[in-house]
């Protein structure tokens, strides 16, 4: 069973910058792909980004331009870059990982918190 466990969130003034973590153990099968959710009180989780692998990234509208996620594999990390940050970033972040046995894996969330 991978277990994720993020770190990095906190409470941050508009315009400023944070860095998420997350990292994976108890990895059997490799993973796939890593990627971060967000989930806004009384909304739908949403993907902020995600790589694979190789390094192919996919990101969300709203991130374009201010997120940067990367990974390194050997580490089982991932990381998301977020500059520039606005209120409405807002939400619970999610780390997510998918096993080549097609798993899915959560970690447990972290507050990131954007003041105006």
């Known amino acids: 069973q991978v277990q994720l466990v993020e770190s990095g969130g906190g409470l941050v003034q508009a315009g400023g910058s944070l860095r998420l973590s997350c990292a994976a153990s108890?990895?059997?099968?490799?993973?796939?792909?890593m990627g971060w959710y967000r989930q806004a009180p009384g909304k739908q989780r949403e993907l902020v980004a995600s790589?694979?692998?190789?390094?192919?990234?996919i990101y969300a509208d709203s991130a374009k331009g201010r997120f940067t996620i990367s990974r390194d594999n050997a580490k089982n990390t991932v990381h998301l870059q977020m500059n520039s940050l606005k209120p409405e970033d807002t939400a619970v972040y999610y780390c997510?990982?998918?096993?080549?046995?097609?798993?899915?894996?959560w970690g447990q969330g972290t507050q990131v918190t954007v003041s105006s």
């Open positions: 997510k990982a998918e096993t080549s046995n097609r798993r899915d894996y």
């Open positions: 108890r990895v059997i099968f490799s993973i796939i792909d």
């Open positions: 790589i694979t692998r190789g390094g192919s990234t």
